[in-house]
């Protein structure tokens, strides 16, 4: 079977084409993706611009086409945290339907986080443990701890890295961002982790994994393998190694950090937020350092399907 997910969230639009077979990981086909930032482009009440929907609605156009040329049988389309929490969300939505045909799923973050963790399971296996799972992504950071496929606990919280830019971060375009502002910052990151540490450290992770852009990018500043190397070679963010760079990068311009091994330049400007929220991350779990997976919320939406389906080869 040949399945597209088609993944909006608040940095990125995303379509993976995969084939699946029962008993087998899903294979990537194709994948097809454009910078949408739908988490910069909000009003100040908090609504998606028209120039983001205008946006997501071309994007998801294109999409369909995409599947249908690539012969997906089905193409399953859900949007995470800046259509979830933006005031306008159901115009948003209705705008898509009515100008693609494509119904998109918002899924709550407590099921991003499950997902994620399906995904993360389903990677590393039962040898694993009882596994903690983080994930910053752009409108928020979702955190799920468990011994099985299903998380004991399963949490998201507004701390992505794009929403923490946008409303904390305002980068000078030749030099590093304000001292005050990331000191707030990293206090206000704190405080929200704080909340909920007891959930996860009371449950003692026997391993401790990280997903997404952003940890593979602080990642592979910190001296991890390039993606050239394949998806089987280990990868760690160690938590020192991130605390001795972060100064260096509070020093530098989106166009400096754009420089850096692994740095998108359409993300530059958010890793100085994600690198906080994932030192605080380290911190406050006593965490020396988080593996990185190659799997994340796209895999636990296409493993979950799979599962209900009952695909065979």
Not at 17 to 45: F, S, W
Not at 70 to 98: P, Q, W, Y
Not at 184 to 211: C, F, M, Q
């Amino acid at each position: 079977m040949r399945l597209g997910v088609l993944d909006i969230g608040s940095n990125t639009g995303h379509l993976l084409v995969v084939d699946a077979t029962g008993g087998a990981a899903p294979m990537p086909a194709y994948a097809y993706k454009e910078p949408l930032r739908l988490a910069e482009h909000l009003d100040d009440a908090g609504a998606v611009s028209d120039r983001g929907i205008d946006a997501l609605t071309e994007f998801v156009a294109a999409s369909v086409e995409v599947a249908e040329d690539k012969g997906c049988a089905e193409m399953i389309g859900f949007a995470t945290s800046a259509v979830r929490d933006a005031t306008n969300s159901d115009a948003v939505l209705e705008h898509v339907r009515t100008r693609t045909g494509v119904e998109l799923e918002v899924l709550p973050g407590d099921d991003e986080a499950r997902l994620t963790f399906l995904a993360v399971r389903r990677w590393f296996g039962w040898s694993s443990g009882r596994l903690a799972v983080f994930d910053i992504g752009g409108g928020s950071l979702e955190l799920a701890v468990g011994s099985d496929e299903a998380p004991e606990v399963a949490r998201s919280l507004p701390l992505g890295a794009a929403r923490l830019t946008r409303e904390h971060l305002a980068a000078h375009p030749r030099r590093g961002v304000d001292d005050d502002a990331v000191r707030l910052l990293r206090k206000k990151i704190r405080a929200e982790l704080a909340r909920v540490a007891g959930s996860v450290t009371r449950y003692g992770p026997d391993h401790s994994v990280a997903t997404s852009k952003t940890f593979r990018a602080l990642a592979r500043i910190c001296g991890a393998a390039p993606s050239g190397d394949g998806p089987l070679v280990r990868r760690v963010l160690d938590a020192g190694v991130l605390r001795e760079t972060i100064p260096k990068l509070l020093e530098m311009s989106p166009d400096q950090v754009a420089n850096l091994p692994g740095v998108s330049a359409s993300r530059a400007h958010q890793i100085v937020a994600g690198a906080l929220v994932a030192d605080a991350v380290m911190d406050l779990f006593d965490l020396p350092g988080l593996e990185i997976c190659p799997w994340a919320l796209r895999e636990g939406i296409i493993l979950e399907r799979l599962d209900r389906i009952g695909v065979r080869g």
